[in-house]
């Protein structure tokens, strides 16, 4: 696989998918993402691998969507409601949920912050190992919508946490969200991956077609719940703010958009 930001490489039974682009924070441009799910793919269609690890290098786990579109392919027309609709259902909804379709577990292990569509790297995995030193936060309210793309967080957080969060755009920490059951240990940073390697290879020695179905078991409980149904309800919400923010701003939310935003907000 040629791969510019990410890299797929096969320890025994496990697949190990590595964001490597920490010079922007693995920030997620449209290149990564492709990368990103290239791996994903070649790692569901591998029959070596029975679980799959996804990390990150560098200091910071992701700082979301990469704003600055510098890539190759990151050049987009001017913002059209109907373009942008359907690049992010193709591009982020879908692939957040296909990521969490694959019927192999997966374990994340994040470090230092994940913010925005950092958390759409991370929910999409079975399990979550985070360093002492994680963060995570969605602040997307500052650009006048409701949150990131994937409204996972009142499964993460729990519903008065979740309203918390995102009313407030504050970060929790790894100790708190551990807590609140959106990560499942919190290890000193030097341990990061191999204490993830350690349970994925210890998981690795399940049988894969009871490890399917038990992953399935909680997804389609989730899924009977609502998860799936909100999610695509609460995209669609998603882009109503994107599209009330670009009158307000004269178009696609830029970091200048963002500031002007967040003036009219306080205006308002
Ligand atoms: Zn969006």
Not at 247 to 262: N, R
Request: some cysteine; hydrophobic content about 40%; glycine content about 8%.
């Amino acid at each position: 696989m040629q791969s510019e930001h990410v890299r797929f490489e096969v320890d025994g039974h496990v697949g190990v998918i590595t964001l490597d682009r920490p010079e922007a924070a693995n920030a997620q441009s449209p290149q990564v993402l492709t990368e990103l799910d290239e791996a994903w793919r070649a790692a569901d269609a591998d029959d070596r691998v029975k679980v799959i690890v996804f990390t990150t290098n560098g200091r910071h786990f992701s700082a979301g969507h990469d704003m600055s579109r510098t890539d190759a392919e990151g050049e987009r027309p001017e913002w059209k409601a109907d373009d942008h609709y359907d690049w992010e259902t193709r591009r982020y909804l879908h692939y957040a949920k296909s990521w969490r379709a694959v019927p192999k577990p997966s374990i994340a292990a994040v470090q230092g912050k994940c913010i925005a569509a950092g958390l759409m790297l991370c929910w999409p995995c079975d399990l979550i190992i985070a360093a002492e030193n994680a963060e995570f936060s969605d602040p997307v309210l500052y650009m006048g919508i409701r949150g990131i793309e994937l409204h996972a967080h009142t499964w993460e957080f729990g519903p008065r946490k979740a309203k918390e969060l995102l009313f407030t755009g504050d970060a929790i920490g790894a100790q708190e969200a551990k807590e609140l059951g959106m990560v499942n240990r919190v290890v000193p940073l030097a341990d990061l991956f191999p204490t993830t390697m350690t349970l994925a290879r210890r998981i690795a020695q399940k049988d894969a077609f009871a490890l399917r179905l038990a992953k399935q078991a909680v997804n389609h409980t989730m899924d009977v719940q609502g998860y799936t149904t909100a999610v695509d309800a609460c995209f669609d919400m998603h882009h109503f703010g994107h599209a009330r923010a670009a009158l307000v701003t004269g178009g696609m939310p830029s970091l200048a958009g963002l500031s002007s935003m967040k003036q009219k907000g306080k205006n308002e």
